[in-house]
């Protein structure tokens, strides 16, 4: 039986609400999958289990896989689904809402995120697995295109923004392919992007919590120069900013936007000083 008569068997109805738009094309899957550089050695987590076309196709290619979804209404499907795949495991709760604690109990080791994100929750599921923990290696994950544009932007992109700059602290980020609306069940009305985040902590060394208060400061109001915005948020005169921007050859009407990372922590380390 092919995975949508088993849906359908199982009069599972979507539900809009979860962001419920599966993928049943078995060469996009799998290409995904490719992309994704996951061996036989890897430890997945997938977020959203949906009927469970994505994570069958990890499990045949990973050392093992936990996904969790949110919606028990499809447990019949994913029981049928994934009977054979002794190496799969699907927990029925939130993924956003459970401490990442819990979540870590299913893995020996690092391991790796590949997913078909829901995508009213997108931004807060990444944040947590990039900041709440050491142990994610890379994340390979389904987004909206526009949401994929912003989060590989650099400082000359027009979708440029405090996530862009954040995420590239993190860990390498970038594009893997684009996915037309048209592979989706429903089809819903965006299209899509796969966005590989390839996690190295020790890319620059500065206080991260400074350095993201100083990011979200620069772009807090964007029509206001560099040292307007980081006066006002760190209380801090305007003359040392402007000693500090000097310092570092940066012009002293500056936008946050024109601002690269490694500017960011140059001005971070210069103003924990
Ligand atoms: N991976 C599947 C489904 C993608 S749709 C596929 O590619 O076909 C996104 C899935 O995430 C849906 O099944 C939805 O029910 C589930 N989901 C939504 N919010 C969730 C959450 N907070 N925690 C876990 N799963 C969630």
Redesign the pocket.
Known sequence: MSEIDLINKNNFTF?KK???????DKNL?EAIIKDSGITKDDEVL??????????KIIAQNAKSVV?????KN?EPVLKENLRECGNSAVVF??????PIADIEKHFTGDYKIV???????TTP?IMKFVKQTNRVKSLSV?VQKEVGERLTAKNTDAQYGSISVILDFYGDVKILRQVSRKM??PVPNVDSCVVQISINKKKYDCNAEIFESVVKSAFSNKRKTLVNNISKDFNLSKDVIFAILKELNISCDIRGDALSTKDFVEITKKLTK
Not at 67 to 71: A, G, K, R
Request: hydrophobic share 50%; glycine share 10%; proline share 2%.
């Open positions: 539900n979860y962001g419920q738009n599966f993928i049943f899957l997938e977020i959203g289990a949906g009927a469970g076309t994505l994570t996904s969790y979804e949110i919606d499809l709760s939130d993924a956003l809402k459970l997913a078909n994100l829901p995508y009213y929750i599921l389904m989706f069940v």
